[in-house]
């Protein structure tokens, strides 16, 4: 097991350096120069230093007067030594950017993993065992219509009845108008209520694939030979399905729900731009658009950990889950 998880980490660490490696590339390929028309900008100022001196300057501090290899290794260098910069955008330290939303993203996306699980496993298991009954047609529709829906028609779905026709809640924003008169735990609940749609959202489109994957493990198991041998020696249903069948099928759903748990961190990128949340996926969002190129790779490369992570945490559950994997 302990040689397992290492060659896992050391795969993880070589990927990371190549992701790492081609992010830097491609922002330094970038067709555009945010460099040149931040200098322009400040050398408009009162009083500023030239165009050139600018340039000067930011391409010195940004490493962009040497070559890509050795400007990756100096950026690289200052990665691991977490020195991120500024960011252009939001004129702050990128680490205190970061810590600023980087929370609402995971609290919103804590609340709609927990509920998918809550509906997505019991609605699969319940498909599997009354396959092709009209609960089956029903779960899967239901599964399928999730599947399909894009994220930005749903939510302007959401807005469109419980925000403009029925006027439940605001259109935009994490806060209301008068949040700053509210009590603590007022402006909580302001907070809550202002993240209801977005959740319902994550939770609607996520929920579906959940759903077949847990209805199709479950049939699976549900068709072996020692289910089979279960209720010949006369168990009962109930326990044939939830002792013996839903215990094998936890197996691949743990691999998947470890391999969620990164995700929290990545913020739900449409969902908040859609609903204004300022979130790590809306301010990212931001940071592109704006051409804040020192956010914009510190979040690049931290999705890259994110995923590498994810796949790290599912390669370890499975093989905590299934010996057959360790003996492998």
Not at 50 to 62: D, G
Not at 87 to 113: H, Q, R
Not at 274 to 303: A, E, K, N, R, T
């Amino acid at each position: 097991m302990r040689k397992y998880i290492i060659k896992r980490i050391l795969i993880s660490i070589v990927i990371l350096f190549l992701v790492a490696f081609v992010i830097y590339a491609l922002m330094r390929c970038l067709p555009t120069s945010y460099v040149e028309a931040m200098a322009r900008q400040k050398s408009m100022q009162p009083g500023s230093k030239s165009f050139e001196e600018w340039m000067e300057q930011l391409t010195h501090m940004y490493n962009l007067d040497v070559g890509i290899i050795p400007g990756f290794f100096k950026w690289l260098g200052q990665m691991l030594t977490f020195k991120f910069g500024d960011s252009w955008l939001w004129t702050k330290p990128v680490t205190e950017v970061f810590n600023n939303c980087v929370w609402i993203s995971f609290f919103m996306g804590l609340i709609a993993f927990v509920l998918q699980i809550i509906i997505a496993i019991p609605l699969g298991v319940i498909a599997a065992t009354k396959q092709y009954s009209k609960t089956d047609y029903v779960i899967s529709v239901l599964a399928l219509a999730g599947i399909s829906l894009p994220t930005f028609f749903f939510a302007s779905l959401l807005k469109l009845v419980f925000s403009v026709r029925l006027g439940w809640f605001d259109l935009y924003g994490l806060t209301g108008r008068n949040h700053e008169q509210l009590s603590a735990f007022a402006k909580l609940l302001d907070m809550g209520h202002h993240l209801v749609l977005p959740i319902v959202t994550l939770v609607v489109i996520s929920v579906g694939s959940l759903m077949r994957y847990t209805r199709t493990n479950m049939l699976e198991v549900l068709n072996a030979d020692f289910i089979r041998t279960a209720r010949a020696k006369g168990l009962s249903e109930r326990k044939v399905i939830y002792h013996h069948a839903f215990r094998n099928t936890l197996i691949p759903l743990v691999t998947i729900i470890g391999g969620s748990l990164p995700g929290l961190f990545s913020g739900a990128l449409i969902t908040e731009t859609l609903y204004s949340i300022p979130g790590i996926g809306y301010i990212s969002y931001q940071s592109m658009v704006g051409g804040d190129i020192p956010f914009s790779m510190f979040y690049l490369v931290f999705m890259a950990v994110l995923t590498l992570l994810g796949n790290l945490i599912s390669d370890i559950l499975y093989a905590v889950v299934d010996p057959r994997v360790r003996i492998a």
